[in-house]
């Protein structure tokens, strides 16, 4: 079989891999149709993020537990590409019962099982029996549990019956290709604080996660927010109703108002201090960047004296996703809008590269479903 690989910054290649089969009478062998560019996949395949996170961390600039997550050589190929995709079931064990050859499924990115303590209390990022890995998913290699890339023409997924979901009749695969991370990720940065603040206005802060602010501008408007202003630096980005801001948090005005919910997906020094500044008495802003540095500024007087709440973390996206999938069902929720870059499969190693928000590539089904 075919397997997309990242070999370093700016380089993807196929290789031909061994062939995948199950191993669990509860596991699935998938063929993945659509699969889209994650934030953070983007983010190494345009820098060189593994030797500076090595000596940043030699040096004590980033937190010291950093590479036991993400091993002692962080994003360093050659390893199978691509964790967020739609695709076909190609095959299924004696114990699966929810899907069958020919369904088309999203495949989430964390391996869960669905049945653990941490997956029955919905976090899902947090399985304790997927694996020995602290984060176990596709698409980057050994340190997170070698469980293989989305860019294959097989990909073996265990716990089946939990971790796949059908998508709904009569949407395209590629408009789901990023519910696998990306959507439910800022789905969730605004469902549950719009649950306890029903039609709250919403600030984002687009930045380095810049397809999940995105999404969750998307997700307050599809939840019934109020209004929705986002602010960005760029212009390929600016959507909902947009504000432009000073490239630096410095030149910016301490805080833009108050806002009932705020997303931070900006990840800049500077950028959660003004999210926090920003939020009215009783707010939640939730934070979907990565903050490596040490010592990253946290105004906890400020969330003290209004009575604000910060939310940060992984995202469970198995848990998020039947509510994902039923927004996207209804058309209040059109992931399809923020994807900049749509190409062929056999594009990908060159497509993937695009200066693009969000980059999706396809082909066509091999199989049909099932009528048993």
Not at 1 to 14: A, I, N, V
Not at 185 to 213: C, I
Not at 242 to 256: G, I, K, N, Y
Request: with cysteine.
């Amino acid at each position: 079989m075919r397997t997309l690989f990242y070999l370093r910054k700016g380089t993807l290649e196929w290789v031909d891999a061994p062939d995948i089969d199950m191993t669990s009478d509860m596991d699935a062998i998938v063929r993945p149709i659509a699969v889209a560019r994650c934030d953070l996949d983007d983010a190494f395949l345009r820098h060189d993020l593994g030797r500076p996170l090595q000596l940043a961390h030699a040096a004590k600039l980033v937190d010291q537990r950093l590479l036991d997550y993400l091993g002692r050589k962080p994003f360093a190929g050659p390893f199978p590409f691509g964790h967020e995709c739609v695709a076909e079931v190609l095959e299924v064990g004696h114990e699966v019962r929810s899907v069958r050859r020919g369904d088309v499924v999203v495949v989430p990115f964390q391996i869960s099982c669905g049945s653990c303590r941490a997956c029955t209390t919905g976090l899902t990022a947090s399985c304790t029996t997927a694996g020995r890995t602290p984060v176990s998913m596709y698409g980057l290699g050994a340190a997170t549990g070698g469980w293989g890339g989305a860019m294959t023409d097989r990909l073996r997924v265990p716990y089946a019956d939990h971790m796949l979901l059908p998508i709904p009749p009569d949407v395209e695969p590629a408009t789901l290709a990023s519910a696998a991370d990306n959507i439910p990720d800022g789905w969730r940065a605004v469902a549950h604080p719009l649950n306890r603040r029903p039609s709250a206005p919403v600030l984002v802060l687009g930045g380095q996660a810049k397809s999940v602010g995105l999404y969750a501008a998307a997700s307050a408007l599809a939840l019934g927010a109020e209004s929705v202003d986002y602010l960005d630096t760029d212009p390929q980005r600016l959507g909902a109703r947009p504000v432009e801001r000073a490239a630096s948090w410095r030149r910016t005005p301490a805080r833009r108002g108050e806002y009932p919910v705020v997303v931070d997906a900006n990840g800049e020094r500077g950028a959660l201090a003004y999210a926090i500044k920003s939020l009215a008495p009783g707010g939640i802003c939730t934070s979907v960047a990565l903050y490596f540095a040490t010592g990253t500024r946290v105004p906890m007087w400020e969330l003290y004296v209004r009575q604000g709440t910060l939310t940060t973390g992984l995202a469970n996206a198995r848990a998020e996703l039947p509510a994902v999938l039923a927004a996207v069902a209804t058309g209040s929720l059109r992931p399809e809008l923020v994807t900049g870059v749509l190409a062929d499969w056999e594009d990908a190693p060159q497509a993937l590269l695009a200066r693009a928000t969000k980059v999706v590539v396809t082909r066509a089904r091999i199989t049909e479903a099932s009528t048993a």
